[in-house]
């Protein structure tokens, strides 16, 4: 029987604020991220253009970002493990780009290549429900902002250690590296870069921001990507757009449904007029952005300097606050775990509160709104295949709780 603890119950208070007009600049060229704290302002301003690889620090993560504003491309190579001395580029002008997603973090380019009915593939490599290791399966060719190319395998990740190896396609240079998620404790993301072999500790604490400003890649229309500035959420802070009236006269909707896509403001705030050769602002698309603890902003553009000088320009006004009732723990209740055919929960907060699952490769396989009370919840498993998932649980207060499901036939 697993129980999960969490922290003390909240509830909402309306809280206007006056309204700031701030500014942050991702500097010329957009070269840099500007991480962004609501409360407290700009917390980092990092240059974007020192990595090639991010993965994923989270106690279940096994995401593998590219830097794809910096021009790092992503291929699965049509080679085995076995043919990893021969690997060639042979026809890659016919291979399919892989990319990071714009919607979710823990989408990655090197999970993007997974077969969906399989939940234990990951993209990069395979779950072991015994060993609880990720074996890679793939090799892939990345190629680099200079336009040289490398191969690369992700070999495991294992006891919170990713193990990969890069060269050559000519087989000299060959180099195999360890991340121990150890090291990045509390952040999204460690970081590599592939041309001067350097492991990177770039990002703020995760709690410490809650909007990154800067340039990513982004599926304009299918099979066609490309790369725009804007903002982009954190883990755990959800927002919703009102696009009805201009920002100053936008008030906050207590029945509005907050979205989990990190571009949910994204770049579209924005468009740019050839005629003019100037972007104009969208004054009508106005966001309301509720943070991890529980408070709401709202935030309306005001000015773009585009490439020139990277700055950009928004108003900011805190909406409502989060408050505390209690400082006591609550108790959240799963069995059995591992599970062959059903499991049960019970939670000591009792009403709404959306559950989901998700396979280690993203995929959901359950979200619905569930009424807790005195009755422990029952959900069948019985269709899903072996592996390992994540169960998550988001009360209407804003409190999250998420753990490890394993199911074994």
């Not at 979710?104 to 395979?126: Q, V, Y």
């Not at 200079?146 to 190896?165: A, N, P």
């Amino acid at each position: 029987m697993k129980k999960t603890l969490l922290s003390a119950s909240l509830f909402m208070m309306l809280a206007t604020t006056a309204q700031v007009d701030d500014q942050v600049s991702v500097q010329a060229g957009y070269s840099n991220q500007s991480y962004y704290n609501l409360e407290n302002g700009e917390v980092e301003n990092i240059s974007n253009q020192d990595w090639d690889l991010g993965f994923d620090a989270s106690s279940f993560g096994s995401t593998i970002r590219i830097n794809g504003a910096n021009g790092i491309e992503l291929f699965v190579a049509p080679f085995t493990i076995a043919d990893w001395s021969t690997i060639d580029t042979a026809g890659m002008g016919s291979w399919t780009s892989l990319i990071d997603s714009d919607l979710d973090w823990s989408k990655g380019a090197f999970n993007a290549d997974f077969d969906s009915n399989n939940p234990s593939d990951l993209g990069w490599g395979e779950y072991n429900s015994i060993t609880h290791f990720v074996i890679g399966t793939k090799t892939f060719v990345i190629k680099l902002n200079d336009g040289s190319v490398k191969k690369i395998l992700i070999e495991q990740l294992g006891s919170g250690t990713y193990t990969f190896k890069y060269g050559n396609l000519d087989n000299t240079n060959e180099i195999t590296e360890t991340i121990a998620k150890a090291d990045y404790v509390e952040k999204n993301f460690s970081y590599y870069n592939l041309t001067t072999s350097a492991e990177l500790d770039r990002e703020p604490l995760t709690n410490a921001w809650d909007i990154v400003f800067g340039k990513y890649i982004t599926e304009i229309y299918p099979g066609a990507t490309y790369g725009v500035t804007g903002a982009l959420l954190n883990i755990g802070v959800t927002a919703y757009k009102d696009a009805n009236v201009e920002t100053s006269s936008a008030d906050l909707d207590v029945n509005a449904t907050y979205s989990e896509e990190i571009n949910t403001i994204g770049y579209n705030w924005k468009s740019f007029n050839m005629s003019s050769f100037s972007y104009i602002l969208d004054d009508s698309a106005t966001y309301f952005i509720k943070t991890v603890e529980g408070d709401v902003w709202k935030i309306g553009f005001t000015g773009f300097g585009g490439s020139a000088n990277g700055n950009i320009d928004f108003t900011k006004e805190k909406m409502a606050s989060a408050g505390v009732y209690e400082n006591s723990e609550i108790t959240v209740t799963t069995y059995p775990n591992p599970v062959t055919n059903s499991f049960n929960i019970e939670s000591e907060i009792t009403g709404e509160a959306i559950v989901s699952l998700h396979a280690m490769n993203g995929k959901q396989v359950l979200n619905e709104t569930a009424n807790f009370n005195a009755t422990p919840l029952t959900y069948a498993v019985d269709h899903l295949n072996s592996g390992l998932y994540v169960l998550t649980i988001r009360y209407e207060n804003g409190q999250t709780s998420s753990e490890k499901i394993i199911i074994t036939k």
